[in-house]
């Protein structure tokens, strides 16, 4: 919301505190003040109108409808609204964004302390509720071939199925999805965003429509390209990308490197993948102690068992004791199902879903779904 003009709602019965509000804001271009609604029992039918980024109540209001209970029916109903309380001294209010009230303003308060707190509330209002829409998810492992650009591909098509998906090639030297998908060398990629300001339309511009109905910002088509991408630019394509889509499903290369770490420090939740394979325990242990040092919690990892029967010699108890945590999706190994929808471009998870393999990553798909209701249950109401 930074740069934009923030929409402000009154909730006033005293006609001249809210030509006050008016006078002061008059002088500003910042806010524009949309209406003031005089009754409580209005408010939020207002709020769902004019849909205000901000609204300032009245604690005070007289009528059917106390302050109060208008701030706690608009945080019910539309839960992205900012709400200040407005006050006077001897009527003291405290800060309760549970109960809707997200700042007091106490009489008298000057332009600056009003435009201040306005603008305070909406971005903060705005930002939380840009994130808590969406859910980024990356797959990684230090060790390659374990099925990672399967895997996402084949997860991002099931989630579209019901959400807005964005799936991003994050195998930047070799465009693994490139390959996957046969799509064109002349297909734009990363790349072809503006270096300086990228704003929702040129992501829009840059997007591969797939078939299967899902977006995805492809990486690069030459292997030195991949140095033109920037780690800030990263931080700002997901950025926007969070605020348009619901799952953000990011694909990476095998390294720990600084590129793979900004998919990494961006995701809600890390899907580590593996098969029954040595050399992939031992990378996904070692990379275990970087992400300890780093400080992510145990809750933004996961684990995906790829190819869980075929074991190789040792038990699903020994895998998990080598990494010293549980596996928490499985996906069995179908080879000629995946080389059969590879051949032809397309998921498995459309073409056969009732495979046992395409059942696996519906698995994890489910499990997504339901940890985005989780993180905004108000805001996945509307
Ligand atoms: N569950 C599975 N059953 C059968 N074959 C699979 C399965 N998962 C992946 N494969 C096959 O394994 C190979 C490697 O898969 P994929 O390219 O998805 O792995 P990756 O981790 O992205 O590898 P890279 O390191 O090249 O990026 C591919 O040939 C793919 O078709
Ligand atoms: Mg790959």
Not at 53 to 63: M, P, S, T
Not at 115 to 121: D, G, H, P
């Amino acid at each position: 919301m930074t740069g934009e003009q923030i929409r402000l709602l009154v909730v006033e019965d005293v006609p001249q505190v809210a030509s006050h509000i008016r006078s002061l804001l008059n002088a500003q271009s910042q806010i524009k003040m949309l209406d003031v609604v005089t009754a409580g029992d209005r408010a939020v039918g207002t709020v769902g109108e004019l849909k205000p980024d901000v609204v300032i109540v009245d604690a005070l209001l007289q009528g059917r409808m106390s302050g109060q209970k208008v701030a706690e029916e608009i945080r019910r109903a539309e839960p992205q609204v900012g709400l200040i309380m407005l006050t006077v001294p001897q009527n003291p209010v405290s800060e309760n964004p549970e109960r809707g009230v997200d700042a007091v303003l106490k009489m008298p308060f000057t332009g600056f302390d009003l435009t201040t707190m306005v603008r305070k509330v909406g971005e903060a209002r705005a930002a939380e509720s840009a994130g808590s829409g969406s859910l980024v998810v990356t797959l990684f492992s230090p060790k390659g071939g374990v099925g990672r650009t399967t895997l996402a591909y084949n997860l991002a098509v099931a989630l579209g199925e019901d959400h807005r998906v964005c799936l991003i090639d994050g195998s930047l030297q070799f465009s693994d999805l490139r390959g996957l998908l046969r799509v064109p060398a002349v297909a734009p990629s990363i790349v072809n965003l503006p270096t300086d300001r990228i704003r929702e339309q040129d992501l829009a511009d840059v997007m591969w429509r797939d078939p299967s109905g899902i977006d995805i910002l492809l990486a690069p088509p030459r292997v030195e390209m991949a140095e033109m991408v920037t780690v800030r630019d990263i931080e700002k394509v997901l950025s926007i990308l969070r605020k348009i889509y619901e799952f953000v499903i990011i694909d990476t290369r095998a390294a720990l490197s600084e590129d793979v770490l900004v998919f990494l420090d961006s995701a809600d939740l890390i899907l580590q993948v593996l098969t029954y394979d040595a050399m992939a325990i031992r990378g996904l242990v070692m990379s275990a102690e970087t992400f300890a040092a780093i400080g992510y919690p145990a809750s933004k990892l996961a684990t995906v068992l790829n190819r869980s029967d075929s074991s190789g010699g040792f038990s699903k108890a020994d895998l998990e004791q080598a990494l010293g945590r549980r596996v928490d999706f499985e996906v069995v190994s179908d080879g000629h199902l995946v080389l059969a929808a590879n051949n032809e471009g397309n998921a498995f998870v459309s073409s056969s879903p009732d495979a046992p393999i395409a059942r696996g990553v519906r698995g994890i798909a489910d499990s997504l779904a339901s940890r985005l209701r989780e993180r905004s249950p108000a805001l996945s109401r509307r």
